[in-house]
């Protein structure tokens, strides 16, 4: 089992930037970040795979948000800016051992963080 944990999370106001950290207890073949706002199903922004270095985006976040890695300390990160109000959730980080061509189902990962929340104000 990989455990996640993740951090990052805060109040930032609309066009600033923030980025998150998902620190990993081992290697991992596919990571994933997904958010959800209260009352809504969790949806997928980003996801990475180590294998291909592979990254791909939603249509939501692509162009303000990058998914990176440091390996040496088994750490994920996704750098968000343009921040909108729309982006305010709860953030997490997800693993997986597949790499499916389908984007961001949950059921596809084995872990999950306890997640970090993210506001943003206008």
């Known amino acids: 089992q990989v455990q996640l944990v993740e951090s990052g999370g805060g109040s930032v106001r609309s066009g600033g930037s923030l980025r998150l950290s998902c620190v990993a207890s081992?290697?991992?073949?596919?990571i994933a970040w997904f958010r959800q706002v209260p009352g809504k199903e969790r949806e997928g922004g980003a996801r990475?795979?180590?294998?291909?270095?592979?990254?791909e985006y939603a249509d939501s976040v692509k162009g303000r948000f990058t998914i990176a890695r440091d390996n040496a300390k088994n750490t994920m990160y996704l750098q968000r800016s343009s921040l909108r109000r729309e982006d305010t959730a709860m953030y997490y980080c997800a693993a997986g051992t597949v790499w499916p061509e389908e984007l961001f189902r949950a059921s596809d990962f084995d872990d999950w963080g306890k997640g970090t929340q993210v506001s943003v104000t206008s």
């Open positions: 081992g290697d991992t073949y596919h």
């Open positions: 990475i795979s180590r294998s291909v270095n592979t990254k």
